[in-house]
């Protein structure tokens, strides 16, 4: 069965923290994001990778990084947690133009104190 | 740049009532098409996608959505739900031939009361 894998389910951090969310697939796809979930706002794409060392920005990048050093993992980095970054984080991955689906991890709970 | 909007934010439904879920994106090319449900503490799954070719997609579950480029919607429907509908529902749209990114709508809350 093919898995993407969010290392951590639930994580509480405080403020000011680095903070490290790990994604691992196992399907030599392409592409992988980074999403947050909240409630009335949907999934918003905060960075995603067409290719190993390649990022590009999403729709809220503002206070995150990325690093995609291996084709299976993509971490997302908090440079400095606060508490508006309390949220949902789903990883997902695709192939390289997306046409045959996306598959999600289960997520990441982050809460910022 | 791309955007989705689904236009019921909260629907509550009775069992064996019809369902039908906006969902418009805004994008002048070739798109491809998506819906996921979320089911209260489970993570997402695809109900169903249009790629090309008939623009009514059948999906898993009895759900069906139809693509009508002209209106820029792919609207999900039911027929009759059930109480194990209760989920949030996601649109979300790929521009065809991009880079895959893949941007969702805001989502819609269906309670379906037994």
């Known amino acids: 069965d093919v898995k993407v894998t969010q290392s951590s389910r639930y994580l509480v951090k405080r403020t000011g923290e680095k903070v490290f969310l790990e994604c691992v697939q196992d399907?030599?796809?392409?592409?992988m994001f980074w999403y947050r979930q909240d409630p009335g706002l949907g999934l918003r794409l905060i960075y995603f990778?067409?290719?190993?060392?390649?990022?590009e920005k999403g729709d809220i990048p503002e206070g995150y990084s990325v690093s995609r050093e291996k084709k299976e993992r993509f971490s997302l980095i908090l440079e400095s947690a606060s508490t508006n970054q309390t949220s949902m984080y789903l990883c997902?991955?695709?192939?390289?133009?997306?046409?045959?689906?996306?598959?999600f991890g289960s997520g990441t709970r982050l809460t910022v104190v | 740049a791309q955007s989705v909007s689904q236009h019921n934010h909260h629907v509550i439904l009775s069992e064996a009532a019809s369902l039908e879920l906006g969902c418009n994106y805004s994008?002048?090319?070739?798109?491809?098409l998506f819906w996921y449900v979320q089911y209260p503490g489970q993570h997402l799954q695809l109900l169903l996608k249009?790629?090309?070719?008939?623009?009514l997609v059948k999906g898993i579950k009895g759900f069906e959505a139809e693509f009508i480029k002209s209106k820029f919607s792919f609207n999900l429907r039911k027929p009759s739900v059930q109480w194990s509908d209760t989920a949030e529902y996601f649109c979300?749209?790929?521009?065809?031939?991009?880079?895959?990114?893949?941007?969702f709508g805001q989502g819609t809350t269906l309670q379906v009361k037994p």
């Open positions: 994008y002048g090319g070739t798109v491809n």
């Open positions: 979300a749209v790929n521009a065809a031939g991009n880079t895959g990114k893949l941007i």
């Open positions: 399907m030599d796809h392409e592409n």
């Open positions: 249009y790629f090309s070719g008939d623009p």
């Open positions: 997902a991955s695709s192939g390289r133009r997306g046409n045959y689906g996306y598959t």
């Open positions: 990778s067409y290719d190993v060392k390649m990022k």
